[in-house]
C-alpha cells in the first residue's frame, strides 16, 4: 500500500449522528467517570507542584533543614515531586484501564459495527478536516 | 584534578576521538534512517510514520526529543555551580508531563492528524484557527531551534576544542546539514528513530555516571553533598535560594518560570506531533508512561551528576573552561572515566542537538506544508504528492534558516529562548488546546483572542525584559540602552492567565455559535476514538 487513497487514513462520517452518541447514558458516564478522575488530580498535582516552587522560593530556613546527614528537606520535597509523578502516572493508567478503556470501547464498537471506522467504510478520499 | 586544571585551559580530552566518536553515531544512525524511510510515500508516512510506533519507542523518542542539551549540560551545570536551583528546573520539566498524560495527549491523538492545529480548528472556523495555529507553532519551533543552534556553537568550543568563529560556523553548518539530510531522508520515521538512539545513549550514559559518582562517595548521597560542600566551600549549594533567592523580584521570576515550564510542555508542537506517530490513542497513553519514567529517572541522574561535578571537578574549575556551566557534566566524565568517556558523552551531547533540531524541524515543516500550504493556500484539495513535496521544501528553507541563525546568535547571550519558547506555548496553544477539548462554548473568536494575545503578550513582554536590555548580561550587552520597563525575565505569570482570560473574554462577547455538530463530533471522537486516524498498512 502506501498511498493516500488506499491507506484507510481517514473515516469521516458523516453519517453518524454524534450529538446522539453525546446524549447517550453511556458516553455521559464515560465523559464524567474521565473528567471526574484528571480535574481534581491534575489541579492536585499542580497545586503541590506550586507549594513546592514556593516553599523553595519563601521559605528558605525550611527547605535548608537538615533531615538525614546532609540530606536536607529541600531535597527530600524534590525527590517527593518525582515519586508524586511516578504515582500519579502509574495510577492514571490503572484507572485508564479498568474504568475508561471499557467504557469507550464500548461505544467505539457500538459506532463502528454500524459501518463506521472499519476499513471498508473508510473514505475514500483525503477529506480536509 | 591537576591534570584536569591544566586540560581546562583548552579543550580536555581528544577533539580527534570526540569526532570520531561522534561520526560512528552519525553512520550507524544514517544507515537506520535509510533503511526506515523506504516507505516514505504519503503525508501520514512523512509527518507521522505511519502512525506505526509503538508507545515504548515513541516514548523513548518523546524523551529523546525533550530531554535537549540545555537539559543534559544545562542542569548539570546549573546545579553544580548554583547548587539546588539548577534542581528545581528539572521538577518543573517533570511534573509538566502530568498536564500532557492527563488532559491532552489521548484526546490530541484521537480528533488530530498530522498538527497542533487540527485539533484546535477541529470544530472553529478553519482558515483563521488555523493560519493562527501554525503562527504559533513556527514561533515556538523557531526560538527552540535557535537556542539549540546557538548552543552546538558553544558546545564545540568545549568539545573540539575550535575557539575561532569560523571554525565554530563551520561546525553549526555541518550540525544543520546534517539535520537536513535526516528529516529530507527519514521524515518522521529517520527522526524518531534518531531521537530513540539518542535517548537510550544519553540515558545510559548519564546512568553510568551516576553509579560511577556514587560508588566514589561509597553509595552514600549524603556523602556526596558533604564533598559537593567541601570542594565548593558554600554549604549554600544544597539549599534554595543562591539563584533565585536574591531578591524579590527573582522569586516571582522564579514562579513565573516554573508556570511556563509546568504549563508549556504539554503545548509544545513538537511533544504534540509525536502523538500522532502511535496507531491509537491507548498507545499515546502508554507513550507518555514511557516518557515520563525515563525522563523522571533522567532528571534524578541530574541530581547526583550536579553535585558529583561540584564534588570532583569543583565549582570553580568549571565556571573557568571554555561553555562556563555547560562544560560540568563533559569534565565530570573525563575525570571519570578519562579521554573516552569524554568522547562518548561529548558525542551524546552532539546527537542531543542533532535530534532535538531535527524535531523541531519536522514539526515547522508539517505546520507549514499541511496548514497553511494544503489547508488555507489549496483550501483542502492540494495536488497528489503537493503537501509532502512542499513540506521536504520547507525542510531545508527551515535547515538553512537555523543555520544562518545559529552562526548569528553564537556567542550571543541566547538561553532566554528555551524559556520563552515554553511561556509561547502555555500562553498561546494551552489555553486554546484546553477551551477547544472541554468548554462547549468556546468560538472562533475566543481562540483566536487567546492565541494572538498570548502570543503578542509573551513576546513584547520579553522585548521589554531585563534579558533584553539593561545590564552587560543582557542580550543587547549594554547598560546604556535601558528599555527593561518589565522587571521579570520570564512573562508567564503575566501572558498565560492573560491567554486565558482572552480566550474567555473573546468567546463571551461572541455572539456567533459554532457548529454543535462538530463540538458533538469532536467531544465523541476525542473520548472514544470512533473515526480516529488508523496506522497506515505498509
Not at chain 2, 487540527?118 to 493562527?132: C, G, H, M, Y
Request: glycine share 10%.
Amino acid at each position: 500500500m502506501g498511498n493516500d487513497a488506499l491507506s484507510a487514513e481517514t473515516a469521516t462520517a458523516t453519517d453518524v449522528d454524534y450529538r446522539a452518541v453525546q446524549e447517550s447514558a453511556e458516553f455521559r458516564t464515560l465523559r464524567r467517570t474521565h473528567r471526574r478522575f484528571v480535574f481534581p488530580v491534575l489541579g492536585a498535582c499542580l497545586l503541590w507542584y506550586l507549594a513546592y516552587v514556593l516553599l523553595a522560593g519563601y521559605a528558605h530556613d525550611f527547605m535548608s533543614t537538615p533531615v538525614f546527614g546532609s540530606i536536607n528537606v529541600a531535597i527530600l520535597l524534590g525527590l517527593a515531586q518525582v515519586v508524586t509523578t511516578f504515582a500519579v502516572t502509574t495510577w492514571y493508567v490503572s484507572f485508564a484501564n479498568r474504568k475508561l478503556d471499557p467504557l469507550s470501547e464500548e461505544i467505539r464498537d457500538e459506532l463502528e459495527t454500524d459501518g463506521l471506522g472499519t476499513p471498508a467504510a473508510a473514505s475514500q478520499v483525503e477529506v480536509n478536516r | 584534578m591537576r591534570s584536569l586544571e591544566a586540560a581546562a585551559v583548552t579543550s580536555p580530552g581528544e577533539p580527534w576521538l570526540n569526532i570520531a566518536i561522534f561520526g560512528a553515531f552519525v553512520a550507524i544512525t544514517m544507515i537506520i534512517v535509510f533503511r526506515a524511510s523506504r516507505n516514505n510515500k504519503t503525508a501520514a508516512d512523512y509527518y507521522a510514520a505511519g502512525r506505526s510506533f509503538t508507545g515504548g519507542q515513541n516514548g523513548s523518542a518523546i524523551a529523546g526529543d525533550y530531554l535537549s542539551a540545555a537539559s543534559f549540560l544545562g542542569i548539570v551545570g546549573a546545579i553544580a555551580i548554583t547548587g539546588y536551583d539548577g534542581f528545581l528546573y528539572s521538577i518543573g520539566f517533570l511534573v509538566a508531563w502530568l498536564v500532557a498524560l492527563l488532559l491532552v495527549a489521548e484526546l490530541l491523538r484521537n480528533t488530530g492528524k498530522f498538527t497542533m492545529a487540527d485539533v484546535l480548528s477541529f470544530r472553529l472556523k478553519q482558515r483563521p484557527v488555523r493560519i493562527a495555529a501554525a503562527t504559533t507553532t513556527l514561533v515556538v519551533c523557531f526560538f527552540y531551534l535557535l537556542a539549540q543552534m546557538a548552543g552546538a556553537g558553544g558546545l564545540v568550543s568545549l568539545l573540539l576544542g575550535v575557539g575561532d568563529q569560523l571554525g565554530q560556523a563551520l561546525v553549526i553548518t555541518v550540525v544543520g546539514a546534517l539535520m537536513i539530510l535526516y528529516v529530507l531522508i527519514g521524515g518522521m520515521k529517520g527522526t524518531t528513530w534518531v531521537q530513540i538512539i539518542k535517548a537510550v545513549l544519553l540515558i545510559a550514559g548519564a546512568g553510568v555516571m551516576t553509579v560511577w559518582v556514587l560508588a566514589i562517595n561509597g553509595f552514600n548521597f549524603s556523602t556526596l553533598l558533604d564533598n559537593a560542600v567541601a570542594i565548593s566551600g558554600n554549604p549554600e549549594i544544597l539549599n534554595p535560594g543562591i539563584k533565585y533567592g536574591v531578591s524579590d523580584v527573582a522569586k516571582v521570576d522564579f514562579l513565573s518560570l516554573g508556570l511556563a515550564l509546568v504549563l508549556g510542555t504539554a503545548a509544545l508542537p513538537h511533544v504534540l506531533m509525536r502523538f500522532y506517530t502511535v496507531p491509537t490513542a491507548k498507545e499515546a497513553r502508554k507513550s507518555v508512561v514511557w516518557a515520563i519514567w525515563l525522563i523522571g529517572i533522567f532528571y534524578v541522574f541530574t541530581l547526583v551528576l550536579g553535585y558529583g561535578a561540584a564534588a570532583l571537578v569543583g565549582p570553580e574549575a568549571i565556571a573557568a573552561a571554555p561553555g562556563g556551566p555547560n562544560s560540568a557534566a563533559p569534565l565530570l566524565a573525563f575525570e571519570l572515566g578519562g579521554p573516552l568517556l569524554l568522547g562518548l558523552i561529548s558525542a551524546i551531547a552532539f546527537a542531543t542537538i542533532l535530534a532535538v533540531v531535527a524535531g523541531l524541524t519536522i514539526t515547522a515543516a508539517a505546520s507549514f506544508a499541511h496548514d497553511i500550504y494544503a489547508s488555507v493556500v489549496k483550501k483542502g484539495k492540494p495536488a497528489a504528492g503537493a503537501e509532502v513535496k512542499v513540506a521536504r521544501r520547507t525542510v531545508v528553507i527551515i535547515g538553512v534558516v537555523a543555520i544562518i541563525g545559529g552562526i548569528g546568535a553564537n556567542g550571543q547571550n541566547v538561553a532566554f529562548l528555551v524559556a520563552l519558547a515554553f511561556a509561547v506555548a502555555a500562553s498561546a496553544n494551552l489555553p486554546t488546546i484546553v477551551y477547544s477539548l472541554f468548554w462547549k462554548r468556546f468560538t472562533t473568536q475566543g481562540a483566536l483572542w487567546s492565541m494572538y494575545g498570548g502570543l503578542a503578550s509573551a513576546i513584547l513582554l520579553i522585548a521589554f525584559s531585563p534579558v533584553v536590555s539593561g545590564s552587560v548580561t543582557s542580550m543587547l550587552k549594554s547598560e546604556e540602552i535601558n528599555f527593561a520597563i518589565f522587571p521579570l525575565s520570564n512573562p508567564g505569570i503575566v501572558s498565560i492567565p492573560l491567554a486565558f482570560f482572552l480566550g474567555w473574554l473573546g468567546t463571551v462577547l461572541d455572539k456567533t455559535v459554532e457548529s454543535p455538530a462538530k463540538q458533538s463530533e469532536m467531544e465523541v471522537r476525542s473520548l472514544t476514538g470512533v473515526g480516529a486516524e488508523k496506522a497506515s498498512h505498509h
